[in-house]
């Protein structure tokens, strides 16, 4: 892992360690195969969720991972962040009620 991608996931803990699990259960989807881990959402995310790693598999040689779940707040900075779109925040099928 190079300097800098280090460096992001140290900032990252750091932001994490100042805060406490979000009391809302957020869903988190990593599409691996889009990711080219550039480290923007892992940059930009307020809580520390989110965590870079060396990734054979992946051409470009890092990727992302979702490290702590339970931190996300649901702000989608990632999401709105991210290049490749290969980061999603509670975009799950639910219906209100009344059927729509």
């Known amino acids: 892992m190079e300097k800098e991608e280090a460096k992001a996931n140290q900032d990252a803990l750091e932001r994490r360690g100042k805060k406490k699990p979000s009391p809302k259960q957020n869903q988190l989807t990593l599409v691996p195969l889009y990711c080219k881990g550039c480290g923007l959402c892992v940059e930009v995310c307020p809580t520390g969720t989110l965590q870079l790693y060396d990734d054979?598999?992946?051409?470009?040689?890092?990727?992302?991972?979702?490290?702590?779940?339970?931190?996300?707040i649901g702000c989608k900075m990632c999401e709105l962040q991210c290049p490749d779109f290969a980061i999603f925040v509670n975009y799950e099928d639910k219906k209100k009620e009344g059927g729509q």
């Open 56 to 72: 054979p598999k992946n051409k470009f040689g890092t990727s992302v991972k979702i490290d702590a779940q339970e931190f996300c």
